[in-house]
């Protein structure tokens, strides 16, 4: 029986995010110290560019035989191909390494993503998540939430670093916001995404585009960017992130009420539903991954 997060134990929500937190740190400090210096491409998936690197590979392995040492009747969603069914409702979803180009090319721009979630990942709309951790290895920090705990920023070195809180961007103008966005791997998706972008970036300050959703998530969760807008996201990029900007006080939103790959908009309460706006009145279809 799929939990729904309401009835979840407090106690279980703080041994999840505790949990999700030192696994995060755990595996970003592998791959930020285990780096190779030549790091090699083991194989692409929907396209030439969308590499996997043996180090997302080695990072997923890690954090999966973490997870079933410590939570062993949980389910398992990972970017790499870890699927495990679970018994107890709740499902971990892992992207060992978001940001996999800046990473391959030691750009330092490249995160773990750990969430918990209720409800089937695989199914959009019909899930969310109750814990989560994004650690941001270059920076040397780690971001985590809760469910109704707020969200915060610690180092990732040692138990007694102090948490900071997160708050959103209290932006709430357009024209003054700096937008976060991302593009897919496929030319034609990419083609669309830059038909948008092109009608887009003379209406906000400005886009970044710092190629990891996670971390993409962490900033507007942190208000060191205003806004993010992507379409084509897995639950892997997002179930994190989508904690720590909610638990911020912001809102993520899809097409529809849930973030998804059709759609995902993170912002503070003042600018979501402007910068959801500028996307879903530029999408083909309702369902279209433009
Ligand atoms: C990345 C996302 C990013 C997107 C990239 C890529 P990956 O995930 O986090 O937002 O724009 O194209 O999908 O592939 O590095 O795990």
């Known amino acids: 029986m799929a939990h729904l997060d309401h009835d979840l134990d407090p106690a279980l929500l703080v041994e999840l995010e505790h949990l999700c ?12 110290d285990e780096r190779p210096r030549r790091v090699r ?26 997870v079933r040492q410590a939570r062993p009747e949980d389910g398992i969603l990972g970017e790499e191909g870890a ?20 990473y391959l090319y030691d750009i330092p721009a490249y995160a773990v993503s750990v969430a918990v979630v209720v409800g089937d990942p695989e199914t959009p709309g019909s899930w969310r998540p109750v ?45 003054r916001a700096l937008l976060a966005t991302g593009f897919g791997y496929e030319a034609q998706v990419r083609a669309r995404q830059a038909e948008v972008m ?3 970036l003379p209406l906000v300050r400005d886009i970044r585009r710092i190629g990891s959703a996670a971390l993409d998530l962490a900033r507007v969760a942190e ?12 639950p892997w990029d997002l179930a994190a ?15 529809a009420a849930h973030p998804g790959p059709a759609l995902t908009v993170a912002a503070g309460p003042a600018l979501v539903e402007p910068v959801r706006a ?9 369902g279209d991954v433009s």
């Open 241 to 255: 992130g989508w904690l720590l900007v909610e638990e911020a006080g912001g809102q993520v939103l899809g097409v």
């Open 83 to 102: 699927h495990v069914s679970g018994r107890s409702g709740l499902t971990w979803v892992i992207d060992p390494i978001d940001g996999t180009v800046n």
């Open 131 to 175: 814990a989560g951790a994004v650690s941001d290895p270059c920076r040397g920090v780690v971001h985590h939430a809760r469910r109704g705990g707020g969200a915060w920023t610690r180092s990732d070195h040692g138990k007694r670093s102090v948490p900071r809180r997160l708050a959103v961007s209290t932006e709430d103008a357009l024209g």
């Open 198 to 200: 092109r009608e887009v």
């Open 41 to 66: 491409v083991a194989d692409t998936k929907s396209s030439e560019t969308d590499v996997v690197t043996e180090m997302d590979r080695r990072s997923e392995q890690l954090l999966h035989g973490l």
């Open 223 to 234: 208000g060191t960017v205003d806004a993010y807008a992507e379409t084509g996201l897995n």
């Open 278 to 286: 500028l996307f879903t009145a530029r999408m083909h279809s309702e």
């Open 21 to 32: 937190t030192g696994l995060a740190s755990h595996a970003g400090r592998f791959i930020h």
